[in-house]
């Protein structure tokens, strides 16, 4: 079979560049990238993505010598259906390494097409760098390579660009921007070119959601054999899709993915979308890790397909999580029917030991705050969250979960379990685990301590099976 590449597809009209995208890797290439080609194939937006390699080692190479061509293929369940599809993605025009070829990169600035800058370059991407100067080439930090892009499109008395970053970090758009801002004054570049990041450009937070499991490395040579060519860089995807972009309305015009069919939101407040994902998809997630691992279970489909498990989270979802959350209630529950639809991807083989990395941050995120409106609602404490934290104290013991976390954070778990009798009240005290003492929670101790008692002489199982049964606090 021959390689993947331009001389094997049929050829895609030429577009003009109109996406700047920092970062190259699975999920933009599957999310973005993806996107830009169902806008492009309706004849919508007509533009391509130049990529922008963030780091000096990346997949540009790999990119180029498959002419910037790849398979995206979406696998999994979509509103009752199987889905199994593949497409080869054409809206990439070329990827620029910086680190390679820095005028290169400062030329995109006089690219008058060029309209969007989007990017995702993880959640220690959009971070401040003491260290970066204007006279760097590149820049290690991406906040300080875009304010150099930034500053050489203002010298060029240029437009400003719509600014998308996709790392998944609370209000991304302003910290980017507030960065840049700090760029700019550390540089001493200037009042005038500070008022023209202010006005000319629109910062806009976003938040995505898209189940990417990357190369299938496993059953690769049965894919490329279906496909009829080698393609090194194919990436698997979920159908599932949803992109919540605070800014402007005319962004409906400009970048007309909702036109397109895409689920896709535009919005003056993602506030409510922010919490509806992150506590009613990343939520459950956490609360079920530590119990099923217990239970034996491994991924998340097997936790879906057991009898007792589902009926835990369709609990949690109904009687805990919905119950709190601001949005109307019936969008929340067809949210959370598509979430257990997603869970039960038969493709995904979502392992929950992956999942439980750094089990304590992500509850005090996903879970803690829910817990305490619940708390603070039906002064009471919700019950199956309740016993996702017993579970999840007891699982930091460390003698039937291996758990993987911070050093401090095994630190003073280790510590505390040193003293069983006073672990629980030891552990939820500890602010820095939590940001705050969890012991002033009326009634918390007594309970996670009796339900730590019970996972110790029944299991978890059982645990849940009591809940189930409307037995709410054993």
Known sequence: MKQLSAAIVEKAPAL????????????????IDWQLQQMN???????????????SQGLGEMLKEQDYLYTVILE???NGEVINEAEIITSVESVINPYENWDAYLALAENDDAEFIISNTTEAGIQYNPKDTLENAPQQSFP???????????????????????????????RLKEIVLTYAKDWQLGDAFIDWLKTENVFCCSLVDRIVPGYPRETAQELNEKHGYIDKLMVKAEPFLLWVI?????????LPLEKSGLNVVVTSDMTPYRER??????GPHTAMVPLAMLAELDTVESVMTDQDFQLFVDNLFTDELITVLSLPKEELVDYSEQIKERFLNPFANHQLSAISLNSVSKFKARLLPVFLQYVEKMQTLPPYMTAALAALIL???GDQITPQDDPEVLSIMQSAWKQPETAVSSILSQSTLWGQDLTEVPGIVSQVEKNCAFIEEHGSRALIQNLNKGELHP
């Open 16 to 31: 003009p560049t109109k996406v700047i995208q920092f970062g190259e890797g699975n999920f933009m290439r599957a999310f």
């Open 41 to 55: 194939q309706k004849g919508l937006f007509n533009g391509k993505a130049t990529i922008v390699q963030p780091l």
């Open 76 to 78: 999994g369940l979509m």
């Open 144 to 174: 300080a390579k875009l304010t150099a892009l930034l500053y050489r499109r203002f010298q060029l008395d240029k437009a400003g660009f719509t600014i998308i970053p996709c790392e998944l970090i609370d209000r991304n758009g302003e």
């Open 246 to 254: 605070e800014g402007p309305e005319k962004l409906r015009d400009t």
């Open 277 to 282: 994902k992150v506590h009613l998809l990343n």
């Open 395 to 397: 699982s930091y013991r």
